[in-house]
Nanobody, 130 residues
Framework: QLQLVESGGGLVQPGGSLTLACTASGYTLNYTQIGWFRQAPGKERVGVSCITSSGAVTYYADSVKGRFTISRDNAKNTVYLQMNSLKPEDTATYYC???????????????????????WGSGTLVTVSS
């Protein structure tokens, strides 16, 4: 059974940066598409960024394009979300999500249509405030 653990959340001032990490255990992430989703209180869940198993293809929501970067280190079984130029509207709980190994989809299908959101971490809170 795949288990995902997020880390790196916290309080940061507007304009600041944070890097979230999602570390997996249970089996290798080498063949697994991963996404970062976020949900703010009272708002709908949003697919922020998704990355293919090889890391070759990525998707970003328009609201974070140019500010966030998703990457992965399959040797460490870890996926990262580098967040720069943070804004108060980025405040949310961020979840790492993995597709099952037998799933085949685009990053857009995962992030936008929420296809194959099979495994979830417990989330890490990011608060952007002065």
């Amino acid at each position: 059974q795949l288990q995902l653990v997020e880390s790196g959340g916290g309080l940061v001032q507007p304009g600041g940066s944070l890097t979230l990490a999602c570390t997996a255990s249970g089996y290798t992430l080498n063949y697994t598409q991963i996404g970062w989703f976020r949900q703010a209180p009272g708002k709908e869940r949003v697919g922020v960024s998704c990355i293919t198993s090889s890391g070759a293809v990525t998707y970003y929501a328009d609201s974070v394009k140019g500010r966030f970067t998703i990457s992965r280190d399959n040797a460490k079984n870890t996926v990262y979300l580098q967040m720069n130029s943070l804004k108060p509207e980025d405040t949310a709980t961020y979840y790492c999500v993995a597709q099952g190994r037998t799933r085949i989809s685009t990053t857009q299908a995962m992030c936008v249509r929420e296809y194959g959101l099979d495994y979830w971490g417990s989330g890490t809170l990011v608060t952007v405030s002065s």
